[in-house]
């Protein structure tokens, strides 16, 4: 069996965790360790989300709000279906101290060994990311609205509104993304340029 195939080999019932808060890059991370691994295979809560945005649309911040709950029992059964292949998957989103008892359930039940990949980051700079992030048009417009029609204009009288610097930080910290489930790997986005990915790679090798 050659190297790749060994290390295919390997990644069997293992579940990656890439979470920290919001506008540290997560997505675009994932996608260097999709492309690096091609025996990953990434199950998005974001994806789920959207979907159900697309799906059931929404005409308050209440109605938001549970169609995020029923997104998330969504996100939990499918990760679970897959789960139950045993093949090594990716989970990114910002996963905190209240998604941690259901992940750990489901990593016990299917016997999976997890690694935390916790993007942090000096904090101005992830704030400035995460507000340029909402300004793309690539942002589904579900998350920044408190009304949303599928295919309908965005209802400019329903924004969500955007959080300070001083609330952001408070947000961060209150919902505490280092949910140590299995090995857990820190990485200072700060620099999305100057990540050595080389080295996160051969970190994860180990691990």
Not at 43 to 53: G, L
Not at 185 to 198: K, N, P, R
Not at 202 to 207: F, K, T, Y
Request: include cysteine; charge should be positive; aromatic fraction near 10%.
């Amino acid at each position: 069996m050659d190297a790749g195939g060994k290390k295919e080999a390997r990644m069997k019932n293992i579940l990656l965790i890439v979470t920290g808060c919001p506008g540290s890059g997560k997505t675009s991370f994932s996608s260097k360790l999709c492309a690096h691994y091609p025996a990953l295979s990434l199950v998005s809560y974001d994806a789920v989300k959207e979907e159900f945005f697309d799906r059931y649309g929404f005409r308050s911040a209440a109605e938001k709000e549970q169609l995020n709950r029923w997104s998330l029992q969504e996100f939990y059964a499918r990760l679970d279906r897959r789960m139950d292949t045993g093949e090594a998957l990716l989970i990114e989103y910002p996963f905190c101290r209240k998604h941690r008892a259901d992940l750990e359930a489901l990593l016990l039940r299917h016997r999976y060994a997890a690694v935390t990949i916790l993007l942090t980051g000096d904090m101005h700079v992830l704030y400035e990311r995460g507000l340029r992030r909402d300004r793309s048009a690539a942002r589904h417009p579900g998350h920044l609205l408190n009304a949303y029609r599928p295919g309908a204009a965005p209802e400019a009288a329903a924004p969500v509104p955007s959080m300070s610097y001083e609330q952001f930080v408070s947000f961060c910290k209150e919902k505490d993304y280092d949910i140590r489930l299995g090995h857990t790997l820190s990485v200072d986005v700060t620099s999305i340029q100057a990540l050595d990915y080389g080295q996160i790679f051969s970190q994860l090798d180990r691990l």
